[in-house]
Structure formats: structure tokens, C-alpha cells
């Protein structure tokens, strides 16, 4: 019988390899990768109606091949986590100082550096190889592109030396919903890029509300996120203003769907808007607000329009007539 030293041995080994596979899954942000693979399906399904579909008006259901959206996703989960590895790596002194991000596991020297950057580089080539070997060239293509803007363009370029950093190196997480519509296309389509440009808009409201909230962290690590450098009024300005924007440019989408996703675009945009304008009053009238509240309502809003957007594409009915 094994002696209870060795079962103690064996106990602590198992604790150790378990501490050690979450801190590389942690070093991934598996929670934004959630939801960006949230906008890949319904990218895929209303791909899938759009190319099926054949000459206007006609009705196709957009269900695309299981194998593919599987395989897309587990594709788009490998770059998605490579890009945010990097991103760790780059941002390690940041995230040493910031209270949000000190429990990160280069932070926490869970993970070296070395160590985290070999893990990233690895699932960016695994997320090339498969993609190209499961979807097509140009999904690889577009997924490794996106990998190095957001490492070298955002976090390198743009993230320590401009406000508008989000705005910009926001159109990394853009990328989900193209990489999954010429997966199943082989091409990119102008819903794609309508659908890219909804995730663009969406990105300053969204981090913004954010970075209002932990303002002290960014200021203290030398971030100039637009809070830091702007008085609130002006961001929750700016926030109401994206807000508009994002809400107009879900309506593009009206061409290639059904009224379906129109009703639910309009209903939850208008939801949206009631929140942006309720941070704009309320920081107006020198009360803090709940930035917080906005941030994960702009989650929430973000899941249903393209939820939406996916049931519209599956029950494939005629598209909307509309004058653009």
C-alpha cells in the first residue's frame, strides 16, 4: 500500500498541475472571449442565409454546418486567447499596478514571462494552422491579423499614448464576427462589415463605462484611457454620443433581414440609450452615476442584438424592403 507521505506527494502534485492550467486558462481572459464568440454564430448563420439565398426576397434558413461553427469557434477561441496572452505579457508592469488586474498570473508570477509569451505564440500558430485546415486560408489569415494588431497596434501603439486608444484598437474584437462570415463564405460581405462596425461602436460605451469606474487604477499605471484626461461630463458625452451610433448602425443590417431582428434591434437599442442618457444626466448634476450598471447592460444589449440577429437568420424570412 502507498504510504501516506506518498498520497500526500501525490495530493499536492495534482493541486499544483491544477493551479497551473488556470493560471494559463486566466492568462486567455476566458470571459471576453465568450463574448466575442458570441457574435461569431449569428456572423455564421446570417452568412450561411446569405449565401443561400439567391435572389432577393427569396427565404433560406441560415443554418450553417455544425462541424464549421464548432470548428470556427475553437479556431476564434485560440487567437482570441493568444492575443489576450500577449496582451499580458506586454502589460505586465500595468497589471502589477492596477487593483483589477493584480490577480493576473504573470502579475502574481503564477506564470513567467517567457513562459506566457511561448503560450501565446503557440495557440496564435495553432489558431493559423487550424482555421486554414478546417475553415479556409482566409479566416487563418484574418485571425493572425487580428492577433497582431491588437497586440502591436493596440496594446504596443496606441494603449499608453493616446485616449482615443479604445476606439481604435477596439476593432480587434471586431474581427469574430468577419472571420466567422468568410468561414462560411469564403469571402467578406458587406453585412460582415456592417456587423464589424456594430462591435466598433459598441467597444467606447462599453470599456468606457469601465474605465470611469476604476479612473484611480489607469491613473495610477499611466493609461490615458479618456477618463483620465477628460472631465466625466465629456466622457459620458462621448458614451451617449458612440451610444447613438451604435444603436443607427444595427439598423444597416435591415437590408440582408427580417423584421424580426428590425423589432428587437430598435427595442433593445432604445433600452440601451435610456441607460447612456441616464449616466449623462445623472454625472450632469455632479452625481457619480453607475458607470458599472451601463457596462454590464452594454454586455447584456450586445448578446441580444446578435441573438436576434441569429434567430432572424434561422427562421430565414424575407429580408426588409428598405430605401438604402
Not at 51 to 77: E, H, K, M
Request: glycine share 10%.
Amino acid at each position: 500500500m502507498p504510504s501516506a507521505s506518498t498520497a500526500i506527494d501525490a495530493t499536492t502534485t495534482g493541486r499544483r498541475t491544477r493551479d497551473v492550467l488556470r493560471a494559463y486558462i486566466a492568462l486567455t481572459k476566458p470571459r471576453v472571449i465568450e463574448l466575442l464568440l458570441v457574435t461569431t454564430i449569428p456572423a455564421m448563420a446570417l452568412a450561411q442565409r446569405w449565401s443561400t439565398s439567391g435572389a432577393p426576397g427569396r427565404i433560406a434558413s441560415g443554418i450553417p454546418p455544425v462541424g464549421l461553427v464548432l470548428a470556427t469557434l475553437l479556431g476564434g477561441a485560440m487567437a482570441a486567447g493568444s492575443a489576450n496572452a500577449l496582451n499580458c505579457v506586454v502589460d505586465a508592469d500595468i497589471d502589477s499596478v492596477m487593483k483589477r488586474t493584480k490577480a493576473r498570473p504573470i502579475a502574481t508570477h503564477q506564470v513567467t514571462v517567457r513562459a506566457a509569451l511561448v503560450f501565446g505564440a503557440a495557440l496564435g500558430l495553432g489558431a493559423f494552422g487550424w482555421l486554414w485546415v478546417t475553415a479556409n486560408l482566409l479566416s487563418a489569415v484574418l485571425a493572425v491579423a487580428t492577433i497582431g494588431f491588437y497586440v502591436l497596434v493596440y496594446t504596443m501603439g496606441l494603449k499608453r499614448r493616446t485616449s482615443q486608444n479604445i476606439v481604435w484598437g477596439g476593432a480587434a474584437g471586431c474581427m469574430p464576427v468577419v472571420i466567422g462570415w468568410s468561414a462560411v463564405t469564403g469571402t467578406v460581405g458587406w453585412p460582415a462589415l456592417v456587423m464589424f462596425g456594430v462591435i466598433f461602436f459598441w467597444t467606447p460605451p462599453h470599456f468606457w463605462a469601465l474605465a470611469m469606474r476604476f479612473r484611480a487604477d489607469y491613473a495610477a499605471a499611466g493609461v490615458p484611457m479618456l477618463p483620465v484626461v477628460a472631465s466625466r461630463a465629456q466622457v459620458s458625452r462621448q458614451i451617449v454620443i458612440y451610444s447613438w451610433v451604435m444603436v443607427g448602425w444595427t439598423l444597416l443590417l435591415l437590408p440582408a433581414t427580417s423584421w424580426i431582428y428590425g423589432v428587437f434591434a430598435v427595442g433593445f437599442g432604445g433600452w440601451f440609450l435610456l441607460f447612456a442618457h441616464r449616466l449623462h444626466r445623472a454625472v450632469r448634476r455632479g452625481e457619480t452615476g453607475s458607470p458599472m450598471k451601463l457596462f454590464h447592460l452594454s454586455n447584456t444589449y450586445l448578446m441580444l442584438v446578435f441573438v436576434a440577429l441569429a434567430v432572424d437568420a434561422v427562421l430565414g424570412l424575407p429580408a426588409v424592403a428598405v430605401p438604402f
